[in-house]
T-cell receptor, first 109, second 116 residues
Framework: GQNIDQPTEMTATEGAIVQINCTYQTSGFNGLFWYQQHAGEAPTFLSYNVLDGLEEKGRFSSFLSRSKGYSYLLLKELQMKDSASYLCAVKDSNYQLIWGAGTKLIIKP | GAVVSQHPSRVICKSGTSVKIECRSLDFQATTMFWYRQFPKQSLMLMATSNEGSKATYEQGVEKDKFLINHASLTLSTLTVTSAHPEDSSFYIC????????????FGQGTRLTVV
C-alpha cells in the first residue's frame, strides 16, 4: 500500500529552527509537496521537490532524497504565526496526491 | 499563484436536506478538480476526482449517489451533499490543477458543513 509518515506533533521555540521529517512509500513518484494548514483553513502551498536536493525559499527550505523515500521541511527563525499543521504529500504514478496525516507544530515564546 | 474560490465558506443545514458547494478557478482553466473531506485533526481524504465534461471518479467508500459532483466547465465544479446527515458534518475542500503533471494544486478556502 501507499504510505506517508510524519510526526504527529512537534514543539519549538520562537526564533529557533525546526525540521519536520517525512518518509514515503508510494507506487511511483512525481513530486513531493509541503503545505501549511492553519486550523479551519485550507492548505497553502509551501514547496515542491521532484529532484534530489535542497530547495530554499526564504525562511523555509525543503529537502528530498528519492532513493531514501525521505524529505524534510526546515523552518528557520520561527515566528508565532508558524504555528500550524504541515502536510507532506506525494504525487504517485497516477499523478494522484497521497497525503500524510500532517505534523502539528506548536511554537512557544 | 492561481486562485480557486470555494463557496460557501460555512453552511449549517437540517438533516435530510441537500447542500451544494461550488468551486471556481478564477484565473485559469482547471482540467481536473479534486474534492477532499477533512475531519478534525485528520489529514485530507480524497473523495473524488473530476475532469471537465466527464463523470467523476470516486474513491473507494465514497457514495456517488450521496456526493454528486458536476464539472460542467473548465472553471466550475460543484459538490452536492444529498440527504445530509450529522455524520456528513466536516470540512470540505476543493483543489484544481491545470494538468495531471502540474507541479501544484491550488486549493479553495474550504467549506465547513454542519448538519443539525
Amino acid at each position: 500500500g501507499q504510505n506517508i509518515d510524519q510526526p504527529t506533533e512537534m514543539t519549538a521555540t520562537e526564533g529557533a529552527i525546526v525540521q519536520i521529517n517525512c518518509t514515503y512509500q508510494t507506487s511511483g513518484f512525481n513530486g513531493l509537496f509541503w503545505y501549511q494548514q492553519h486550523a479551519g483553513e485550507a492548505p497553502t502551498f509551501l514547496s515542491y521537490n521532484v529532484l534530489d536536493g535542497l530547495e530554499e525559499k526564504g525562511r523555509f527550505s525543503s529537502f528530498l532524497s528519492r532513493s531514501k523515500g525521505y524529505s524534510y521541511l526546515l523552518l528557520k527563525e520561527l515566528q508565532m504565526k508558524d504555528s500550524a499543521s504541515y502536510l507532506c504529500a506525494v504525487k504517485d504514478s497516477n499523478y494522484q496526491l497521497i497525503w500524510g496525516a500532517g505534523t502539528k507544530l506548536i511554537i512557544k515564546p | 499563484g492561481a486562485v480557486v474560490s470555494q463557496h460557501p465558506s460555512r453552511v449549517i443545514c437540517k438533516s435530510g436536506t441537500s447542500v451544494k458547494i461550488e468551486c471556481r478557478s478564477l484565473d485559469f482553466q482547471a482540467t481536473t478538480m479534486f474534492w477532499y473531506r477533512q475531519f478534525p485533526k485528520q489529514s485530507l481524504m480524497l473523495m473524488a476526482t473530476s475532469n471537465e465534461g466527464s463523470k467523476a471518479t470516486y474513491e473507494q467508500g465514497v457514495e456517488k449517489d450521496k456526493f454528486l459532483i458536476n464539472h460542467a466547465s473548465l472553471t466550475l465544479s460543484t459538490l452536492t451533499v444529498t440527504s445530509a446527515h450529522p455524520e456528513d458534518s466536516s470540512f470540505y475542500i476543493c483543489s484544481a490543477s491545470t494538468s495531471r503533471g502540474s507541479s501544484e494544486a491550488f486549493f479553495g478556502q474550504g467549506t465547513r458543513l454542519t448538519v443539525v
